[in-house]
Every structure is written in C-alpha cells, then in structure tokens.
C-alpha cells in the first residue's frame, strides 16, 4: 500500500501532472466490502484524516457540549473499512492551561516522533488562556504529552480566533500552519521544533490568507500539480447548510480566490457537512474526503458523525462536487 497523507502531497504531486490524471464519479469496487457511513461509532467531528505506515488513521473532536471536551480518541484502520477505537490519546489532564473545548486535531510525523496539533478552550479575546497548542508522542496512539507547556498560538492576529489549525509540509521541508476561526485566516511557517512560528518569505509572521468573505474556520492545505489547493468550511457549524469551498494559487501565502463549493448537505443523505480532511493514495491516484456531517432528522448541534467519501478531480484539475453516500467506500 503505497500511501501518503494530503500533508505529504508536495512529494506526491511530481508524480502527478496537473489534469492528467483527472476522473469523473463511478462507482468502483463493487466486490469489495464498503465501509458505511458514518465510519466511527458516536459523536465525532473535524476528522483529521492521516497514513502512518500502512495503517489509516482518523483523529476527531469529540462531539459535545464545550465542557465536556476534554480529551480526544483516535481511530486506526488497514483497509478504511475496520476501524479501531484508541480512547483518550490525549488527555486534558497532559496539557495544564487547557480546561475544555479540545478540538480539531492535526497530527503529522516528524523525525520518528508523532506531533498532535489541537485547539482549547475556545477563547474570545487576547485576556483568556487558550488557542493552538501541540503535543507529541512516539506513536500514532500517543499517549501524547503537551510538547510547549502553553500555547504555540494564545491570541488573536488579524483577527483570526486561534483554533482549526493545520499542518502542512511543503516540497523544500517547511513545515506551515493554516489556521483561524471568526471568518479570518492566518498562514504561519512553524520553527523546525515545533516551538513557535518564523517569519515567512516576506517576514511576516502571521499573514492573513482569508480566501473569501465566505470564509468561516476548518482550514486545510495540499499540494497538486505544483499548485497549493486551500479548502475551508463556510456558513455554521450548527446549522444545515455548513458547507466546504476552496481556492488554487501558486504559493501558500496566496493570493487565493474561491472557486465553488465541493461538499454540502444533501436532503436525502445528511446536512451540515464540513470541516474535513483527505487521503490521498498514490498508487492509483484516488483521493477521499474525511468530513463530518449531521444526520436527517437530529436538530442538536453535537450530533455530527464522521463520513469518507471519494473526491475526484476534473481534467483542469478542478475538484469536483462530493457525492455524500450512506455507502462509504470501498475497502482498500
Ligand atoms: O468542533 C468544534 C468546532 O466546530 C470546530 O473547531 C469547528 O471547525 C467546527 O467544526
């Protein structure tokens, strides 16, 4: 199994010329048992999807009241279709300034050693403790320890909220954060350690790279054809009509502009879709979406599940709207 996470896209996409791999929807692998949807067993939503070795990985918010998180699973799987449950891989009681509200990992190896980012306590101004914080561990499995001992980013720049945050790894070895919530986005280049930001190619620290006025949190970056894809969840996270959008540009550092939406609700399927991550699998090219969505009929705004689905790519190297399916995808 030849995989690599959206995160280590830079050294896929040589191998994958822009357009010319493109695919219209089909229903593949009909003898291959599906994973359903949703994938995890509960409330769980933001999945940061991950391939570490030959094993899938999914690391999720636990979906309930703010109070009520504190500490994150972790789910493991060979094939996409049976997932493991890994209870409590990082544990509020690992990170002294967080009280509740951990949300949104984003977890990448590094040298051996595996770095989950998260948010807490979901602050409102620069007077409350809070933010991105980082922690490691030797395993995907963690356990993991709070790498700083407060945050990596406490406050607000640019008027971005310090939550939502992912890590991305371009072709030269920089290590970049996309984050913000509150309708603002902000880029960072981390420090080789993971122990704060360094300024970017223009010295700045922490550039806004708000792509639209659409933008609302759930942020995420890959690299396809040498062009950088921003993706980004619109609207509430609360409401229906939650949805997924994105841009291309020649650099991180944009400038981005949105191009559509590619995942939103589905009247006979679910609503409030959003806030997702990818899988990329190199061997054949195939691409899928790991998002949350709520399903028919539940009104709480807890209530999301994680869903996979396939994402194709049109000859221009667009990406092409999500099909939402109760089926999942085939086992892989
Ligand atoms: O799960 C908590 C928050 O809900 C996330 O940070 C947002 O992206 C939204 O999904």
Redesign the pocket.
């Known amino acids: 199994m030849a995989l690599g996470k959206v995160v280590m896209a830079a050294a896929l996409a040589v191998a994958i010329p822009f357009g010319a791999l493109a695919a219209p929807p089909k229903q593949d692998a009909p003898d291959r048992p599906m994973s359903g949807n949703p994938i995890l067993p509960g409330w769980y939503?933001?999945p940061e999807a991950a391939v570490f070795g030959k094993t899938y990985w999914i690391y999720p918010?636990t979906?309930k009241p703010y109070a009520e998180q504190v500490g994150f699973d972790a789910f493991s799987s060979p094939d996409l279709v049976h997932w493991t449950r890994h209870p409590d891989v990082l544990k509020i009681e690992a990170i002294s300034w967080a009280k509740e509200?951990l949300?949104?990992p984003s977890v990448v190896e590094k040298d051996g050693r595996y770095y989950f980012f998260f948010?807490a306590n979901d602050i409102k101004n620069d007077d409350e403790v809070g933010g991105i914080g980082v922690a490691v561990a030797d395993k995907p499995e963690g356990p993991y320890r709070d790498l700083l001992g407060k945050p990596l980013v406490g406050t607000f720049h640019n008027g971005a909220q310090p939550?939502?945050q992912f890590v991305f790894k371009d072709d030269d070895g920089a290590w970049y954060m996309i984050y913000g919530?509150w309708k603002h986005a902000n880029i960072v280049r981390l420090k080789d350690d993971f122990s704060g930001v360094q300024p970017l190619a223009d010295g700045t620290l922490f550039k806004e790279i708000t792509p639209a006025p659409e933008y609302v949190?759930?942020s995420l970056m890959f690299k396809r054809g040498g062009r950088y894809y921003y993706m980004w969840?619109e609207g509430g996270?609360g409401e229906p009509d939650y949805a997924v959008a994105y841009a291309i540009a020649d650099k991180p550092t944009g400038p981005f502009k949105r191009i559509g939406t590619i995942l939103q609700q589905d009247p006979e399927i679910a609503t409030s879709a959003?806030?997702h991550s990818l899988i990329h699998a190199a061997d054949d090219d195939s691409w899928y979406i790991v998002y949350?969505r709520r399903p028919l009929g539940e009104t709480s705004r807890h209530h999301?599940v994680t869903a996979i689905d396939r994402m194709y790519f049109d000859a221009q190297g667009h990406i092409l709207p999500v099909k939402m399916t109760h089926e999942g995808v085939p086992a892989r």
């Open positions: 939503a933001d918010t979906s509200a949300w949104a948010s939550i939502d919530g949190e759930g969840s996270w959003g806030h949350h999301r």
